[in-house]
Each structure stands twice: as structure tokens, then as C-alpha cells.
């Protein structure tokens, strides 16, 4: 059962095939005889998640269970989850157990899902490789020595692993994307406000977005029907209506417009991802799509302009970490400036401090307008371009990372060269655009993601393309040797 899609595994449970209890006990069992190799999960919750079960199965024998009903999935630690420990993988909320739910979560809980665990990530998000989280590195399925990608990795490695059939997870830079493309699984960033982030905790406010990942399009847009809508808890949250977006997943894609940024295919590029993104390029052609090459030309400014904007925003939100309220406190403090030095120092890890630093100088006196405002300017003008190539195209089309995989401790000494991992990414954050990572082939073994760029509030159309491409490819059907 653990290889069948969301959509799958819906589907037997209204055909009385299987229980729910009987579909948890069975992912439950994956998860304590195989996690031990990725590491994809802090906390489990095997009470909660075989009672939910059974209610969920109480709700199919009464006729009134919607689709998502008795559907293990997992959360990222990111989410607030109501008597769970919430970490965000760090030392510093090690002890923290949420007194209520995220919205996101909520929603899941309203819908009948069944919630496995909370799964590993980069520490408060901040990570391309999933190698900052106090609970050690997760490991990715396709092979072990070697990262998932961050900071959903423990999501994308659940996945992919067959752990669970779908995962929450949230990008700021791209990490869902990211982590999606290094382990062959789908995943999707809605427009931001698309979801509530309330009850998320905060990274970089103005880019975080929560989205889903899992097999297949189908399964993002199962899930994204559960997880979108207005939240009046969020103050970032849009007041629109939310199509269904299993709806209109089959249309033709006769006259679509694909754009391909000629920035994005690059000497930074490996030639052979290239060859994979023609490859699929190719294959929308026979769909009926047509290929223009535009140009994104402040896309290169992507990295350095969030590299001062998401620091800014992560020195802010942290500083409520202050060992006073709620989180980790050091032992026997002097007084309140030790308690505050002690406490950060020992509860936050390496890559989070040097974020903190560097965003509490950006917001200086004296660097404000240098940096801050600066990158602001800069923002604008990343996002004008998609807005003027959006004229021209229907969705934008190129790689999700420059390389595949890397070994784990490759890169965590070189920040610099961890942070280009998110080059390709970046840019939809910053100008709160759609974007997904769909598995397109490998190099080596090793997963490639093809990424698609939407209009804003154009998810439909994005998981119509992802799905009209899988229809006809089987790269996300693959799994890892052992799955």
C-alpha cells in the first residue's frame, strides 16, 4: 500500500479495500523499521494518529468522510501542533509543546487526515541541504551519503522513502522545491498568501509560504484543496475564492506558452540537468505547447537581495526566542543580559546565528538605506520582470537546481556556496509568485526537478501542466533501491 498515491489510496478506502487503521498501522511500521537509515522524522505520534484513524474510519462507515479522510500524511516541525512538540529543529524549542494548532494543520484535522509525525528540517528553515537541525542531518533515500536538499528535507525525504504519501512543508528561498527536486517527489510553493502561515512559526515573513509535497500533481492538488483559503488569523493572507484544483488537472495544453529564461541556462548549470530540462521541454511540445526563450535580466540579483532581505526579517522574528516566555534557558543566569546571551548562544545553532548577525546589520543605523532599502529597490524591479514575461507566456520553465545531490558536509563550510544552491528558486519567492518542482529525470541516479513558474493565484494551471506531463513520463513513479 505504501507505493499508492494519495489519490490511490482515497480511492480504496471509499472502496472499503482497506481501514484507515489498517493504512496508519502500516506506515507506522515503514517508519519505525526504515527512518533509522533518513532520519526524515523528530517526532512521532502513533496514539494520535490511530485515533484519528478510527475516527476517520467511523466517518467513511457513516457516508460522511470527504477525500482526504483517513489519509496518513506528515507535518514539517514547523507547524504549531496542539499538545506535539514543535522545534523547528532547534535546541532552542527542544522543550516547547504547542498549546494549539497552525491553520494549516487544522485544516487537515477538519478533513479527516491522519497525522503521522512532525518531520526533520534546517534549523527555523534556514538550509539548503537539511544539515543545520539539531536532530542531525536527514539523509536523502536516492543515497544516503548525501543531502536531501533544505529546509524541508525531512518532508521530501518521507516521500520519497514511502514513509508517508504526503507531507506539509514551507519555502522561502525554495525549500520545497529544492528538497523535492533532490529527491525525485513533486512539490509545490503557492502564491504567497495562498495559504495561512498563522500558527507557522516565522522565518522571513514577507517570503515564507506553506505548500505541499508528494508523489504526484494530483497529490499536490489534493492537498493544496485542503490547505488553501482565507485565514482572518493572517494578516498575509488573500481574500479570494479557491477553485477546486483537482478540477481542471486533464485540460489540454494546446497552445500553452512556456517561457525559458535564457539567464537560467547558464555555464552554472550542469549540462546534464540541461539535458534533461530539453528532454521535457520536449515533451510538452508534443502536448501542444510552444517555447520561447525570454529574458528575467535582474534574475542574477536573486541570491545577494535575499541574502540581506530574509536575514532582516529572521533577526526580527527571532528575537522573541528570549528564554523568558517559552524555549531553552540556560542554567543558573546572572542576570537578564546573561539569561539573553547564554540562552540564544546555546540554543541557536551555527547558521542561524550567522543569519541573525548579518540581518541585525543590514537594519543598522548607518546601513539601512544601504542594504535594506537597497534590496527592497532591487526586489521590485525581479519581480517587474516576471510581471512584463507573463505578457508574453503562460508559465516559465527551467531547472530547480544547478546539480543534483551533493554528499552531506560537502558544503557546510562554504556558506557562499550552500546558499547558490537556492539560485534558481530565489526569485519566485521574492516576487510572491507559484512555483513547482516536478521530477523530469536523473543524472547519475540521481533525481532532477524540472521547475515551473505560475502566475500569481495560477496554481490551477500549474498542477494542469505538472499532471499532463506525468501522464505521459514515469519519473515520478521511481523510487529509491529497497522502497
Known sequence: MHNKTIAELSQGLSAGEYSSTELTQDFLRRISTLDKKYNSFITLTPEQALAAAELADQSRAAGNAGAFAGIPMAHKDIFCTNGIKTTCASKILDNFIAPYDATVVEKFKLAGAVCLGKTNMDEFAMGSSNETSFYGPVRNPWDTDCVPGGSSGGSAAAVAARLAPGATATDTGGSIRQPAALCGVTGLKPTYGRVSRWGMIAFASSLDQAGPIAQTAEDCAMMLNVMAGFDVKDSTSIDRAVPDYSQDLNNSLE??????????????????????????????????????????????LSVPVYY????????????????????????????????????????????????????????????????YLKAQKLRRLIKEDFVKAYDEVDVIMGPTSPSTTFKLGEKTTDPVSMYLADIFTISTNLAGLPGMSVPCGFVDNKPVGLHVIGNYFDEARLLNVAHRYQQVTDWHQQTPEGI
Open 255 to 300: 497552445g500553452l506558452r512556456i517561457g525559458l529564461p535564457k539567464e537560467f541556462f547558464t555555464d552554472g548549470l550542469d549540462p546534464a540537468i540541461a539535458q534533461c530540462l530539453q528532454a521535457a521541454v520536449r515533451e510538452y511540445e508534443k502536448l501542444g505547447a510552444t517555447v520561447t526563450e525570454i529574458s528575467l535580466p535582474h534574475s542574477d
Open 308 to 371: 540581506v532581505i530574509a536575514p532582516a526579517e529572521c533577526s526580527s522574528n527571532l528575537s522573541r526566542f528570549d528564554a523568558v516566555r517559552y524555549g531553552y534557558r540556560c542554567d543558573d543566569p546572572q542576570d537578564l543580559e546573561d539569561l539573553y546571551k547564554r540562552s540564544r548562544g546555546e540554543g541557536f545553532g551555527r547558521e542561524v546565528k550567522r543569519r541573525i548577525l548579518v540581518g541585525t546589520y543590514a537594519l543598522s543605523e548607518g546601513y539601512f538605506d544601504a542594504y
